[in-house]
């Protein structure tokens, strides 16, 4: 089974609004990832956050982390229609950054 | 070097029939994986290399599913015997430590039919 979950499922939002996404997982990790994948296409790297940050930025997103919660959010602000896409949560285990483990993702539209 | 191709983009074949998709990976990217994604679902891992060795093998990979990587360089997915249920995109991805994150194929379809 997948480690990551991400809630929700699916989100509609207005140009311009922010969106947030969240993600939990089950076990210890090095780093977390978000991941987003356009219809029919491979996924794209956004952002990197290690077990020991809390919060990290790159350009419109923030990134945050809750170790003890084993959960994070990625909240986009002020989304653009090119935002549309799926957006996934991927951890890695504390015996190394062999392999990622995704979610199942956030179907994210961004109505004009 | 442009990011990691794979070949073919889509695939159809008959229930029964050999497949065999290949990944050129970023040429400095010592590591290689595969995975496999069904529709409405997250990449699910499938096999993992570092140089020519593969290190990891998922249960997901039946003896059905064999890759290799020659000379540490493109590698390749073969599915025996394919079955409806072997249809998926299967992506490929690769890095190279301590390079934040994956760099993603734009993947294979395969559709069994």
């Known amino acids: 089974s997948q480690q990551g979950e991400e809630d929700p499922q699916a989100l509609s939002i207005q140009e311009g609004e922010n969106a947030t996404m969240n993600c939990s997982y089950k076990t210890s990790i090095n780093n977390l990832q978000w991941y987003r994948q356009n219809s029919g296409r491979g996924l794209v790297h956004l952002i990197l956050i290690r077990s020991n940050e809390r919060e990290k930025h790159s350009g419109r997103l923030r990134v945050t982390l809750d170790t003890s919660k084993k959960s994070s959010s990625l909240l986009i602000t002020a989304s653009r229609a090119a935002d549309t896409a799926s957006y996934f949560c991927a951890t890695d285990g504390l015996q190394g950054a062999q392999k990622l483990v995704f979610g199942q993702g956030t179907r994210l539209t961004i109505n004009p | ?113």
């Open chain 2, 1 to 113: 070097d442009t990011g990691v191709s794979q070949d073919p983009r889509h695939k159809i074949t008959k229930r029964g029939q050999n497949v065999t998709f290949r990944c050129d990976p970023i040429s400095e990217h010592n590591r290689l994986y595969w995975y496999r994604q069904t529709l409405g679902q997250g990449p699910e891992f499938l096999t993992y290399f570092q140089n020519e060795a593969q290190l990891e093998k998922s249960r997901l990979l039946s003896d059905r599913f064999s890759a290799e990587r020659p000379k540490g360089s493109f590698s390749t997915l073969e599915i025996q015997r394919t079955e409806q249920g072997d249809s998926a995109m299967y992506l490929c991805a690769s890095s190279h430590p301590p390079i934040d994150g994956y760099t993603f194929g734009s993947g294979t379809r395969l559709t069994v039919v």
